[in-house]
């Protein structure tokens, strides 16, 4: 019994992180600010530098803070009411799968940067600042978005590692694993040298942004 009760919190607190991160803020966000449906923008996708591509730089802005948010706020809203770390550690996944495979859109969401990072410094802040860092450093070298992202997402199980902190490593590699698939397509164009700088317009190759 008491295992199928751990069970049913450990769903729930997935299920949590998943309702938050489903929100679907650059859809909402692009629509408000006139651009129309932003799934018939650019890479069609709903992340901030897809919304970027739109000319609505306020817009983008919001949809990066947002998605953010709602991973930390996944994380910490799990740590009040659960306590247990591993109950946080299932809210933080599920924060990401909701953002990546939102059902309101038929699973066709995001590729997880802005809320993993979200989900990175509400676990250990140290560690996600340090990952945002990576992210920053990284495009203001080769200012391509997806680049940075995947740099930056693969040094963080190592920078959760450094701080001691094995469970949340465990969870960073699984999503790292999980960001990697979801920018299969940016990783063939930047073999390819073809992957678009950021700020850069786009004719409207599906795939063609990430996040």
């Not at 997935?14 to 006139?34: D, H, M, N, R, V």
């Not at 009040?80 to 809210?91: M, N, Q, R």
């Not at 390819?192 to 190759?205: H, L, N, V, W």
């Amino acid at each position: 019994m008491e295992n199928d009760a751990n069970a049913v919190v450990a769903l729930m607190a997935l299920l949590l992180g998943y309702l938050l991160g489903s929100i679907p803020f650059g859809l909402f966000f692009t629509y408000a600010s006139g651009a129309g449906d932003i799934r018939a923008i650019g890479s069609g996708n709903i992340g901030a530098t897809n919304v970027l591509r739109t000319g609505k730089k306020w817009a983008a802005v919001a949809t990066l803070l947002c998605d953010g948010a709602k991973g930390a706020a996944a994380v910490l809203l799990a740590r009040s009411f659960f306590v247990a770390d591993g109950l946080t550690i299932a809210a933080a996944l599920g924060a990401v799968l909701g953002h990546l495979f939102p059902v309101w859109l038929k699973f066709k969401g995001g590729k997880g940067v802005a809320t993993y990072l979200g989900v990175a410094i509400a676990l250990y802040w140290p560690v996600g600042l340090g990952v945002a860092a990576t992210w920053l450093i990284c495009a203001f070298i080769w200012r391509i978005s997806s680049l940075s992202a995947l740099i930056a997402i693969a040094l963080s199980p190592a920078y959760f590692l450094l701080s001691h902190h094995d469970g949340y490593a465990a969870l960073a590699l699984l999503l790292s694993a999980l960001i990697y698939y979801m920018h299969r397509e940016n990783i063939r164009r930047l073999i390819r040298g073809e992957e678009p700088r950021i700020g850069s317009k786009s004719s409207g190759a599906k795939g063609a942004t990430p996040h």
